[in-house]
């Protein structure tokens, strides 16, 4: 790996990290020798990247600080379009224009020589067509940023309606479903809704008083007390 690429990863490394990172740990990652990260954490640190830390206990980098946009490896490029082709052929239509134009600003912006890796990936998702719906998925999910109430007409497994007040935090994905996870004020529990079962919904202005990510952690835990760390 050449000493400009390592220079970047180990900014990237320590970026994606809420913790300390050691030089040990760093050298693992990037097949070196812990005396050629502290070469090139000293030469960060000679070029004002703002790192903090001293051998033997971590380094880690100052919020605020980023790099280029654009300064991204092969690696990343395919990861990125990976995930914006399985966001174009799954999300809702607002997301999945955003996807496709995405890979078109990625393809139009990297380097000559990467580009193939955006017009002719390596990697692929297989196609999938989502089950009929009768709710606006882009108004969910704005509903969710803004921790919005929603007023859901519903039909369950056995055909049963119901019309009741939720607080959606989350849209998971599953198979050909897309799945709504939210606080149920009718059940005063968390429940999940199949997005082909609502037959209505509409975004309230009433706020519901929390926040879309302690529910998200509040919810997680509840299912990992019930199915353990499989679920």
Same mark, same amino acid.
């Given at each position: 790996m050449r000493k400009? /690429?390592? $220079?970047? @990863?180990?900014? @990237?490394? $320590?970026?994606?990290?809420?913790? *300390?990172?050691? #030089?040990? #740990?760093? #050298? =693992?990652?990037?097949e070196t020798s812990k005396r050629s990260v502290y070469r090139d954490i000293a030469a960060l640190m000679g070029q004002r990247v703002p790192i903090r830390g001293e051998a033997g206990v971590g380094y880690v980098l100052d919020t605020g600080f980023d790099m280029p946009p654009l300064m991204l490896t092969s690696d990343e490029i395919e990861a990125a379009v990976l995930g914006a082709q399985w966001v174009a052929g799954r999300g809702d239509p607002a997301l999945a224009r955003a996807a496709r134009d995405l890979i078109a600003k990625i393809a139009a912006t990297v380097p000559e020589r990467l580009r193939p890796m955006v017009l002719e990936p390596a990697v692929s998702t297989p196609s999938w067509n989502v089950l009929p719906e009768a709710i606006d998925m882009a108004a969910v999910r704005h509903a969710i940023h803004g921790a919005r109430k929603v007023a859901l007409h519903y039909r369950d497994e056995k055909e049963a309606e119901s019309r009741r007040t939720v607080w959606p935090f989350q849209i998971a994905y599953r198979d050909t479903t897309r799945i709504v996870l939210a606080w149920c004020e009718m059940r005063d529990d968390f429940r999940m809704f +199949?997005? /082909?079962?609502? $037959? /209505? =919904?509409?975004? $309230?202005? /009433?706020?519901? *008083?929390? +926040? *879309?990510? *302690?529910?998200? =952690?509040?919810?997680?835990?509840?299912?990992?007390? +019930?199915?353990?760390d499989a679920h």
């Open positions: 400009a /690429d390592r $220079l970047f @990863q180990i900014v @990237q490394l $320590l970026r994606r990290s809420s913790r *300390p990172v050691t #030089a040990e #740990a760093m #050298a =693992a990652e990037l +199949r997005t /082909d079962r609502v $037959l /209505d =919904a509409t975004v $309230l202005e /009433d706020r519901y *008083p929390a +926040r *879309p990510a *302690p529910l998200r =952690a509040r919810w997680r835990a509840e299912m990992t007390a +019930r199915y353990g």
